[in-house]
T-cell receptor, first 116, second 116 residues
Framework: DQQVKQNSPSLSVQEGRISILNCDYTNSMFDYFLWYKKYPAEGPTFLISISSIKDKNEDGRFTVFLNKSAKHLSLHIVPSQPGDSAVYFCAASAKWGGGSNYKLTFGKGTLLTVNP | DADVTQTPRNRITKTGKRIMLECSQTKGHDRMYWYRQDPGLGLRLIYYSFDVKDINKGEISDGYSVSRQAQAKFSLSLESAIPNQTALYFC???????????????FGPGTRLLVL
């Protein structure tokens, strides 16, 4: 049961253009969403997040949009740079295990390649 | 210096051997986590610890055990390694910021484990 889905395993974009990475979720209890970026041989690094009470959060070239009714979020990178080439993971937070603990659920990731 | 370190970075072992993966952090965070990443499956939670005396199983804890030796150290053990435990293992930390669901996790560089 995959609760966080990144349906595009890969995306290729030209330098300077917009990259749009998509993520869908099924659990309506998710209330906090994060994007992580991962380079080869490194751990995931936090990129940007959004609370479920917002529909947009922006940080420099990175903007995350949340559409709660559609259970969909997206990460926009404008303009895209070759150094943005990495795997991007979408993650969502919800209570887990019947208690008060929160757990992150990760998507499978999307490999973004930005071509010079 | 990295805030979250993992040792070893790479390990090859044989079926049936006991091995330990170690994680140390200098971020001062109370919460620590162990994940594994398999190709095409994203990150899955093995164990987590909210403080030295609080250790909890994640979604795939069978075949693993952990030890929280101090606030800064969290070790993962494979009691009797098997080939399907071949994966990339990540340690992560987070800080209790009061709004519990809005935690950002910070990851180590990973340990690549091969079980023959």
């Amino acid at each position: 049961d995959q609760q966080v889905k990144q349906n595009s395993p890969s995306l290729s974009v030209q330098e300077g253009r917009i990259s749009i990475l998509n993520c869908d979720y099924t659990n309506s209890m998710f209330d906090y969403f994060l994007w992580y970026k991962k380079y080869p041989a490194e751990g995931p690094t936090f990129l940007i997040s959004i609370s479920s009470i917002k529909d947009k959060n922006e940080d420099g070239r990175f903007t995350v949009f949340l559409n709660k009714s559609a259970k969909h979020l997206s990460l926009h990178i404008v303009p895209s740079q070759p150094g943005d080439s990495a795997v991007y993971f979408c993650a969502a937070s919800a209570k887990w295990g019947g208690g008060s603990n929160y757990k992150l659920t990760f998507g499978k990731g999307t490999l973004l390649t930005v071509n010079p | 210096d990295a805030d979250v370190t993992q040792t070893p970075r790479n390990r090859i072992t044989k079926t049936g051997k006991r091995i330990m993966l170690e994680c140390s952090q200098t971020k001062g965070h109370d919460r620590m986590y162990w994940y594994r990443q398999d190709p095409g499956l994203g990150l899955r939670l093995i164990y987590y610890s909210f403080d030295v005396k609080d250790i909890n199983k994640g979604e795939i804890s069978d075949g693993y055990s952990v030890s929280r030796q101090a606030q800064a150290k969290f070790s993962l053990s494979l009691e009797s390694a098997i080939p399907n435990q071949t994966a990339l293992y990540f340690c992560a930390t987070s800080d209790n910021q009061g709004i519990r669901y809005q935690e950002t996790q910070y990851f180590g560089p990973g340990t690549r484990l091969l079980v023959l």
